[in-house]
């Protein structure tokens, strides 16, 4: 028998927001039960880490430089061959998404059958100029839901809220009309509603923990009343403050950070009891153990650590994501490792899937099955992950290993080097210190592989260029 497989996605959730992995403030009861009594892979990242490449990577299980995205890139079309849900459908499994997507154009079923969609109220979908395909009054399945709960007036913004700002408060309706709770809602519509002889492939994408950080009153109340880890301090004294409510980077006050990371984890704790919710019904309808549940974040969250907010930045806050399986009915073979060390990233995600399900995996994809590594087999993996993104003057490439992290900002030259195993924060930056020349220049080699025959021209094959024209998509995508 073929497992359904079901694709837990949150947007913006930081790899160390989990208790089981020793978050000293946010609570997850049910990802907890999921990473204990599955597979909790720690050195899980997200290498183009924003929303558009992130997602093109865990759809078509290509690295950045044949998925092209290299940074965040509104309205440019999703053309690719062989992606997850298509796959899938192709393999008679039955299809869905709820909620976010974020590709283009906006309703493009991207090989599912269904698509219930609400991407927010993102930047490139708000304006009412924009074609009628892309303007979100158009395309939000969960706004017209709203509507006809709340009345006609109800709006995305009700909140006050943007969708990138570090403001934050509770939302402002009863809970049940969160849009956490609208994914679930439809998530077990779909339950019901699906073709019952079919295997099925559900993907349930939550736009939270991503601003706005507007968790319903139960969660912020849960949080505010409680001592709340600081940021990591900047490298830089004199900080700027962040008089732009959707700052990237700058110092807010401490009363208004206090808020903003209440509201954050607020949102993760919902968003757990939702998944919660949505474990019960599986199990009522007996398809607990006929399931396979893979949980992962599209990337993280700075969260002011070291002056920044969002992400796009090399930092673990931005970079490392969780990523669970679970795996109820034992169809993995699953051995006594529950924390899997190896190096994982949203790439892996398809080829494990169709994996798991002994679907053959499309030659386009280039991650790697994780399948072996959980059933405890020898298997040769990844020894680094290089990652990047389009940052303006602070465009980024990073070398990740399990102990070390190098960083290379393109247009500027400047390099960054932290011993992630000694100093989790990355507070000691080891690239002026001579002990560690060699160090360095073995990562700026593999850099230079890495970029080698790329169209920025970053790379020689030598040495690393700087000050050459970053770009936010390669041409072959634009070009389609």
Sequence with gaps: MKPNIIL??????????????????????????????????????????????????????????????????????????????????????????????????????????????????SNNSRNSRKTYESVFYNVDDYLYWLKEKKGISAELTDSGLDCNSWVARSWPHEEQYHPTNWVVNEGINFLRRRDKRKNFFLKLSFIRPHSPLDPPEYYYNMYINREIDNPIPAEEENIKEAYN???????????????????????????????????????????????????????????????????????QGSIHVPFIVYDPGNFLNGGVMREPDELVELRDIMPSLLDFCNIEIPDTVDGKSIK?????????????????HFNHEKSNQYIVDKKMKYMWFSQTGAEKLFDLENDPKELNDLSEKAEYTDVIEKYRKILVKELEGREEGYSDGINLIAGKEARECLSHILNE
């Excluded at 959707?246 to 919902?270: C, D, F, L, P």
């Excluded at 199990?283 to 796009?312: A, C």
């Excluded at 072996?372 to 990652?387: A, D, S, T």
Aim: net charge neutral.
């Design 372 to 388: 072996e590594i959980i059933e405890n087999k020898p298997v040769k993996w990844r020894e680094y992950l290089h990652g990047e």
């Design 8 to 121: 837990i996605m949150v947007d913006q959730m930081r790899g160390d927001c989990l208790g089981i992995n020793g978050h000293p403030v946010v609570e997850t009861p049910n990802l907890d039960m999921m990473a204990g009594e599955g597979y909790n892979f720690k050195n899980a990242y997200s290498a183009v880490p924003s929303c558009i490449a992130a997602r093109a990577a865990l759809m078509t299980g290509m690295n950045q430089r044949n998925h092209g995205r290299v940074g965040y890139k509104n309205n440019v079309t999703w053309n690719y061959k062989n992606m997850l849900a298509e796959t899938f459908a192709k393999n008679d499994y039955y299809t869905q998404c709820v909620g976010k997507m974020h590709v283009h154009p906006e309703r493009s079923l991207c090989g599912f059958h269904n698509i219930l969609l609400h991407n927010g109220y």
């Design 245 to 315: 409510i959707n700052a990237a980077e700058g110092q807010i006050s401490k009363e208004a950070m206090k808020r903003a990371k209440v509201a954050y984890y607020g949102s993760i704790t919902h968003i757990d009891h939702q998944i919660g919710r949505f474990l019960m019904v599986l199990k009522e309808n007996d398809l607990l153990k006929e399931s396979i549940v893979l949980f992962v974040s599209d990337h993280g969250d700075l969260m002011g650590d070291h002056g920044l907010f969002r992400k796009s930045m090399p930092y």
